[in-house]
């Protein structure tokens, strides 16, 4: 079944970049996710890219995606404190029902 | 102004209670959905509506019944509570069912079965 694996922890200090890489099975999905939950709070979509695309910058954001390595990584330059939360990659699955199936979320610790 | 919200936020009960969540969203979209995070922070979806109908229903024992009185409500009951569902369930909400429609969450309930 289709399945999304990211890495449990990241810790970085403040000011320095912090990538989160994900890996997923079904490359049929038209869009790939990553999702930001702070503490004690519901979800949030923070960026997605179109799976025809390589990479997408928004702000301070970079998403890379490598589809025949079925690969996908959310950088953050100059991360901040604010930036702690855990990080969801998602993938829709190839599915039209708005089904996501997520990664077991990356917890980034941004130290001082 | 909250866009989904779900009620209560905290529930704490016994094992072989009935219990309910509620979930509202002001967003006028036609898609609701239910999930359910572990305490390893695991993500699933459980149920998906789109204009009231059922549209994904995952294997989710059938203890649980979703149901949506309106495209605005999206509610869940718990029969017979186990331990093992103790966790917190989020409610989602998109414009339509389909890929690449973002999805909004609510804050979640947290649910401690003892």
């Known amino acids: 079944g289709e399945d999304v694996e990211q890495s449990l922890f990241l810790s970085v200090r403040e000011g320095d970049s912090s990538v989160i890489n994900c890996t997923y099975t079904?490359?049929?999905?038209?869009?790939l996710y990553w999702y930001k939950q702070e503490p004690g709070a519901g979800l949030q979509l923070l960026t997605y890219?179109?799976?025809?695309?390589d990479m997408k910058q928004d702000q301070r954001l970079t998403v890379l995606l490598n589809k025949k390595d079925k690969h996908l990584s959310l950088r953050i330059a100059d991360t901040q404190t604010g930036d702690s939360a855990i990080y969801f990659c998602?993938?829709?699955?190839?599915?039209?029902?708005?089904?996501?199936?997520f990664g077991q979320g990356t917890t980034l610790q941004v130290k001082p | 102004d909250t866009a989904v919200s779900q009620t209560p936020k905290y529930l704490v009960t016994q094992m072989g209670n009935d219990k309910s969540i509620k979930c509202e969203q002001n967003?006028?979209?036609?898609?609701m959905y239910w999930y359910k995070q572990d305490s390893k922070k695991f993500l699933k979806i459980m149920f998906s509506?789109?204009?009231?109908?059922?549209?994904i229903n995952e294997t989710v024992p059938n203890r649980f019944s979703p149901k949506s009185p309106d495209k605005a409500h999206l509610n869940l009951h718990i029969n017979s509570l186990e331990l093992g569902d103790s966790a917190v369930y989020f409610c989602?909400?998109?414009?339509?069912?389909?890929?690449?429609?973002?999805?909004?969450f609510g804050p979640g309930t947290r649910l401690t079965v003892t």
């Open positions: 989602a909400s998109s414009q339509a069912a389909g890929t690449g429609e973002e999805q909004y």
């Open positions: 079904d490359s049929s999905s038209t869009y």
């Open positions: 890219i179109f799976s025809n695309m």
């Open positions: 998602a993938d829709p699955s190839g599915s039209n029902t708005g089904k996501l199936i």
């Open positions: 967003l006028g979209h036609d898609t």
């Open positions: 509506y789109n204009n009231k109908e059922l549209i």
